[in-house]
Nanobody, 127 residues
């Protein structure tokens, strides 16, 4: 079992910034080959939404139109950690943010393409 631990959520005013982190761990992690790590978000009453993803080896990144130009996904291979730098935050960015990992180069959408998920971290942007 691979466990994903997210951190960095919180309350911020509109226009502010936050950086989320996600690191995998667990007994089977050492034998798990990471292909893609992604960030999703979900707000009450809405479906889970794709935010960004990164291919672990190549570093190729993908973004939803709603965050392109404001959010940046990156990874630190040595730390096995993925980050989501969120700038120019808007109230509509308020959601629980989840990181997820897949072991191959499947499409970044839909969520079922991912093998493991974190517990989520709340991001609240006040107007």
């Amino acid at each position: 079992q691979v466990q994903l631990v997210e951190s960095g959520g919180g309350l911020v005013q509109a226009g502010g910034s936050l950086r989320l982190s996600c690191a995998p761990s667990g007994r089977t992690f050492s034998s798990y080959t990471m292909g893609t790590m992604g960030w999703f978000r979900q707000s009450p009453g809405k479906e889970r939404e794709f935010v960004a993803a990164i291919r672990w080896n190549s570093g190729i990144t993908y973004y939803s139109d709603s965050v392109k130009g404001r959010f940046t996904i990156s990874r630190d291979n040595a730390k096995n950690t993925v980050y989501l730098q969120m700038n120019s935050l808007k109230p509509e960015d308020t959601a629980v943010y989840y990181c997820a990992v897949s072991g191959g180069l499947r499409g970044v959408w839909p969520p079922r393409n991912y093998d493991y998920w974190g517990q989520g971290t709340q991001v609240t942007v006040s107007s």
